[in-house]
């Protein structure tokens, strides 16, 4: 059975940076794409950023802007997404999806497993 989890939210201010990290388990996981989302209160989850499966191509959201970066280290069944200049409207809980048969695919139909998220929150 397929599980992610995801760490390292938090309170930071404005201009701050965080690291969140994706523990993936149950398969192997280079078989799948990773993405990232992100559900902001009221708000409809959307898309951040992903990785493929080799672990080289990224896709972005057009709002991350260079801010962030997403990765993974499939030795260690783990995925990263690097945030930069964090704004308060970042503010959300964040969540890490694994996708066996799409790429590059900023709809959350498309991701089969899901982490239970991690709040960032940043104030100005």
């Known amino acids: 059975q397929v599980r992610l989890s995801e760490s390292g939210g938090g309170l930071v201010q404005a201009g701050d940076s965080l690291r969140l990290s994706c523990a993936f388990s149950g398969r192997p996981f280079s078989n799948y794409y990773v993405g990232w989302f992100r559900q902001a209160p009221g708000k409809e989850r959307e898309f951040v950023g992903g990785?493929?499966?080799?672990?080289?191509?990224?896709y972005y959201a057009d709002f991350v802007k260079g801010r962030f970066t997403v990765g993974r280290e499939n030795v260690k069944n783990t995925a990263y997404l690097e945030m930069n200049m964090l704004k308060p409207e970042d503010t959300a809980v964040y969540y890490c999806?694994?996708?066996?048969?799409?790429?590059?695919?900023?709809?959350?139909?498309?991701?089969?497993?899901w982490g239970q998220g991690t709040q960032v929150t940043v104030y100005s």
């Open positions: 990785v493929r499966r080799n672990a080289r191509n990224t």
């Open positions: 999806a694994a996708a066996t048969y799409y790429s590059d695919s900023d709809n959350p139909e498309t991701y089969e497993y």
